[in-house]
């Protein structure tokens, strides 16, 4: 074992493919000699510093989550194994490592490490990094120098896997069957750790604005200038998760900053990011269902949605006159805009939640022109767009499947809303 972990040691040298091996050959000691390699580190806590120093090797990463024990519970008094890893320092060494002197890879492995502690919710590891003092932490490395890129986008990953630990899970983020959100539901949190986010959260949403980024991105389509960039993209899948948790002071915040305002106009700036059509789609879904009647009147007065939203439906077509980030190829006719189906799905929940809200309707209905337009408009466009009723037959994706899978409360013989599937 001596010989073994000795491969850790600052003098060694640590390829890629020597870490391999060493993480395989540690992985395999903790399937079958578990009780042993335990006693071992215990004995030996060194070796976590050794560890979480060569973290930005992802080989090394594998095996600190692992002995975690957030990658699974294989240890047969695991409650007290986890309790001496929390009593210890070994939280602080990783968070440590999310500062901005670190480079990219130990950032972005420091990160999934602390996402895989929250992962397991109910583990004393998980509780203690829920702590204010942590979060507040984490919050302030993301934002000690805000050049640092790769450290924003990864202490804002750890942010958003401690508000909803499911988002963190490493599987397809946004859709299920049928391209309906998976993550629509309101978000359970502890209050004190969104209350630890909140002093720094003006300094986070004021890095959404960009104004002297001269970065030049060349696409198929044309040019971004400046492009959105993962940081901003990031603070903007943040601001989706805050909003889930309900928190008033965190949404007097996102309204008296302007800062849903400056999402929406990403919105339509970028109309070709489609990670960001679904992040603001989901905002905007928040707002309509909150219970809070300011935020509603903020989206539809202070942001102006409907009115933008006929804006683009009635021009969309890029336009490089407009002195917007993303322009069209010189040369060469200029391209639809790509965020068309987000606006169609966003019209679609506003007359469904103003069926049964007043205060939706009263918005609704002070804009004659909206009136108009989803009378005529929207509701052709959902007639051509419903599959169910094209005269070519079902889709075979859904004719094919049996009645015994997970959608087995397909009716074959009825008719889809496209409008009602959009907003289940």
Same mark, same amino acid.
């Given at each position: 074992?001596?010989?073994?972990?000795?491969?850790?040691?600052?003098?060694?040298?640590?390829?890629?493919?020597?870490?391999?091996?060493?993480?395989?050959?540690?992985?395999?000691?903790?399937?079958? $000699?578990?009780?042993?390699?335990?006693?071992?580190?215990?004995?030996?806590?060194?070796?976590?510093?050794?560890?979480?120093?060569?973290?930005?090797?992802?080989?090394? =990463?594998?095996?600190?989550?692992?002995?975690?024990?957030?990658?699974?519970? =294989?240890?047969?008094?695991?409650?007290?194994?986890?309790?001496?890893?929390?009593?210890?320092?070994?939280?602080? =060494?990783?968070?440590? $490592?999310?500062?901005?002197?670190?480079? @990219?890879?130990?950032?972005?492995?420091?990160?999934?490490?602390?996402?895989?502690?929250?992962?397991?919710?109910?583990? @004393?590891?998980?509780?203690?990094?829920?702590?204010?003092?942590?979060?507040?932490?984490?919050?302030?490395?993301?934002?000690?120098?805000?050049?640092? #890129?790769?450290?924003?986008?990864?202490?804002?990953?750890?942010?958003?896997?401690?508000?909803?630990?499911?988002?963190?899970? @490493?599987?397809?983020?946004?859709?299920?069957?049928?391209?309906?959100?998976?993550?629509?539901?309101?978000?359970?949190?502890?209050?004190?750790?969104?209350?630890? =986010?909140?002093?720094?959260?003006?300094?986070?949403?004021?890095?959404?604005?960009?104004?002297?980024?001269? #970065?030049?991105?060349?696409?198929?389509?044309?040019?971004?200038?400046?492009?959105?960039? $993962?940081?901003?993209?990031?603070?903007?899948?943040?601001?989706? *998760? %805050?909003? #889930?948790?309900?928190?008033?002071?965190?949404? #007097?915040?996102?309204?008296?900053?302007?800062?849903?305002?400056?999402?929406?106009?990403?919105?339509?700036?970028?109309?070709?990011?489609?990670?960001?059509?679904?992040? *603001?789609?989901?905002?905007?879904?928040?707002? %309509?269902?909150?219970?809070?009647?300011?935020?509603?009147?903020? %989206?539809?007065?202070?942001?102006?949605?409907?009115? $933008?939203?006929?804006?683009?439906?009635?021009?969309?077509?890029?336009?490089?006159?407009?002195?917007?980030?993303?322009?069209?190829?010189?040369?060469?006719?200029?391209?639809?805009?790509?965020?068309?189906?987000?606006?169609?799905?966003?019209?679609?929940? &506003?007359?469904? %939640?103003?069926?049964?809200?007043?205060?939706?309707?009263?918005?609704?209905?002070?804009?004659?022109?909206?009136?108009?337009?989803?009378?005529? !408009?929207?509701?052709?466009?959902?007639?051509?767009?419903?599959?169910?009723?094209?005269?070519?037959?079902?889709?075979?994706?859904?004719?094919?499947?049996?009645?015994?899978?997970?959608?087995?409360? &397909?009716?074959?013989?009825?008719?889809?809303? !496209?409008?009602?599937?959009?907003?289940?």
């Amino acid at each position: 074992m001596n010989l073994l972990f000795s491969f850790l040691e600052p003098t060694r040298s640590h390829s890629a493919l020597l870490a391999g091996y060493f993480s395989k050959v540690v992985v395999c000691l903790m399937l079958r $000699k578990t009780v042993p390699l335990m006693n071992y580190v215990q004995v030996h806590q060194y070796v976590f510093q050794q560890l979480v120093d060569l973290i930005g090797i992802t080989s090394i =990463m594998e095996v600190l989550v692992r002995l975690v024990g957030a990658d699974d519970h =294989m240890y047969p008094d695991s409650v007290d194994v986890m309790q001496w890893l929390t009593d210890s320092n070994l939280l602080e =060494m990783i968070v440590d $490592k999310l500062s901005p002197s670190s480079p @990219p890879e130990v950032h972005a492995n420091a990160a999934e490490t602390l996402c895989a502690i929250t992962r397991n919710v109910s583990s @004393p590891l998980a509780s203690k990094l829920s702590t204010s003092s942590f979060v507040s932490r984490i919050f302030g490395h993301a934002l000690d120098d805000s050049h640092s #890129k790769s450290g924003l986008v990864s202490s804002l990953s750890v942010c958003i896997s401690l508000l909803d630990p499911k988002r963190s899970v @490493p599987s397809p983020p946004f859709y299920s069957f049928r391209g309906q959100h998976v993550y629509e539901s309101p978000v359970q949190v502890n209050q004190e750790t969104v209350g630890a =986010m909140l002093p720094k959260l003006g300094d986070l949403l004021t890095l959404l604005n960009v104004s002297l980024d001269e #970065k030049i991105l060349p696409t198929t389509y044309g040019q971004l200038k400046p492009p959105l960039g $993962k940081h901003r993209l990031k603070i903007v899948e943040f601001i989706v *998760v %805050l909003l #889930k948790t309900g928190n008033e002071i965190a949404e #007097k915040e996102l309204i008296s900053s302007g800062t849903i305002q400056r999402v929406l106009e990403l919105f339509f700036e970028y109309p070709y990011n489609n990670a960001l059509h679904h992040h *603001v789609e989901s905002i905007i879904f928040s707002c %309509l269902e909150s219970t809070n009647d300011t935020i509603i009147d903020h %989206l539809f007065q202070g942001c102006g949605l409907l009115v $933008k939203i006929l804006q683009t439906d009635n021009t969309s077509v890029v336009s490089g006159e407009l002195n917007l980030p993303t322009l069209p190829a010189a040369g060469r006719n200029a391209p639809r805009a790509g965020n068309i189906g987000h606006v169609t799905r966003i019209a679609n929940k &506003i007359m469904q %939640l103003g069926n049964n809200d007043s205060r939706i309707q009263m918005h609704i209905q002070e804009n004659t022109e909206w009136n108009e337009w989803q009378g005529t !408009v929207l509701q052709e466009r959902n007639m051509v767009e419903n599959v169910y009723r094209w005269a070519c037959g079902r889709p075979t994706s859904i004719h094919d499947r049996n009645r015994d899978s997970d959608e087995d409360d &397909i009716h074959h013989d009825r008719d889809y809303d !496209v409008a009602a599937l959009a907003n289940n």
